[in-house]
């Protein structure tokens, strides 16, 4: 196995100014013309061949072994937030209301930093590595959209991987683990309909907006109430807006938020409940209601094979750096569409550092990591690769 640690060290200034690129100039969910070209440029100066425009702005690239063998996916996603960026970096946002709130300007670079290293062993290298350039992460759907327009075919992987920085933790934290690590996500809209009214004759109304809290509260007993203390749940509201003025009940109330679980029997149980706790509130209380609830990512789910693979590359690596293997966050990642067909490892490196002040939180306006982490996840990824294509 090549020193990729090593190698990712001396190729630092070329992904740290990639990824400062990148965040100066970030877009949103299939806006990633920018980014995509720059991509493209870059892998076609390795010499490979690259496919653009899938999923609108997704780029494909494949790196041939001279050996036959398996083929390795490796996705890294490109899409930035749209939230204005607070920090004082010299490489902050030039671009009003987006930003890199989630790392994905990293990411982005590390792919690019990757390409460079397995290329560099190319002749070495068992059967393939598809690299995948991923745009919009962030709800979009973009992975499902490539995989509707056939990134899994011609040549289909055997294995899956990915990574994500991950400001939860310190920098140089890896976890790893098996089964079930990120969250199956939901969104959904209620209309809670009632009869509008003045606000001083509630009782010539039917006041949605008190419906609109009793539900709020009664959702609370999903999770706590019908899901098993064992399991895992979440149910969260976090858009409300009724009404327009201080003496009027108005005749409708919306909400909006999202629903996090696990495993499937789970989701059906919380979705079952939600319908009947939305519906029957509001009926009690004399409302109608309209649900919609739309399906936004899969849970994130680690092939147990693969993911002992990377935990092994992980030790190997860095020995002194405690390996988690069990891990789960209620965060969400369509990394799953891919990964729902071909098995593989979802896996995170901490990139938070408190003394610098690189600590806050994915999606806040005043997020950034630390940048040693770049290396450290290039060199894993890559590493983590080839001992795929030589372990399948």
Not at 100 to 124: N, P, S, Y
């Amino acid at each position: 196995m090549p020193d990729f640690y090593a190698e990712a060290k001396e190729l630092f200034e070329y992904t740290r100014d990639l990824r400062r690129d990148f965040h100066q100039h970030p877009e949103l969910g299939f806006q990633e013309v920018r980014t995509a070209g720059i991509v493209a440029k870059e892998l076609r100066s390795l010499g490979l061949e690259v496919s653009t425009g899938i999923a609108e702005t997704g780029v494909v690239a494949m790196i041939e072994g001279t050996k036959p063998g398996p083929v390795v996916l490796l996705r890294f996603d490109m899409d930035a937030l749209p939230i204005e960026e607070e920090t004082d970096a010299e490489y902050a946002s030039q671009t009003l209301g987006v930003m890199h709130a989630c790392g994905h300007d990293g990411h982005t670079a590390i792919g690019l930093t990757v390409a460079k290293l397995l290329h560099a062993h190319q002749k070495e290298i068992p059967g393939s590595v598809k690299l995948v350039f991923q745009p919009a992460e962030e709800g979009l759907g973009g992975a499902e959209r490539m995989v509707a327009e056939g990134v899994l075919q011609n040549p289909r992987p055997d294995v899956s991987l990915s990574l994500h920085l991950w400001n939860a933790k310190p920098l140089g934290w890896i976890a790893a683990a098996p089964g079930p690590v990120m969250a199956a996500s939901e969104t959904f809209s209620v209309r809670i309909t009632g009869k509008g009214g003045h606000g001083a004759l509630p009782s010539d109304a039917v006041d949605p907006i008190f419906a609109a809290g009793q539900i709020i509260t009664a959702l609370q007993s999903i999770v706590s109430r019908n899901v098993d203390p064992v399991e895992t749940a979440v149910v969260s509201v976090t858009n409300l807006h009724g009404g327009s003025t201080f003496n009027v009940i108005p005749p409708y109330v919306d909400l909006q938020g999202t629903i996090r679980t696990f495993k499937p029997e789970i989701r059906e149980l919380v979705l079952r409940r939600f319908h009947e706790v939305v519906e029957g509130t509001a009926a009690a209380l004399g409302c109608e209601t309209e649900i919609v609830i739309e399906d936004v990512t899969l849970a994130v789910d680690n092939d147990p094979k693969v993911t002992k693979m990377v935990q092994a590359v992980a030790e190997r690596m860095f020995p002194d750096v405690p390996l988690i293997t069990e891990y789960q966050t209620m965060g969400s990642e369509d990394m799953s569409f891919m990964m729902d067909v071909i098995p593989g490892c979802y896996f995170m490196i901490g990139s938070a550092n408190t003394e610098k002040g690189l600590d806050a939180k994915h999606h806040h306006p005043k997020f950034d990591f630390d940048e040693d982490v770049l290396p450290q996840a290039a060199a894993l990824m890559a590493a983590a690769a080839v001992e795929v294509l030589m372990g399948q």
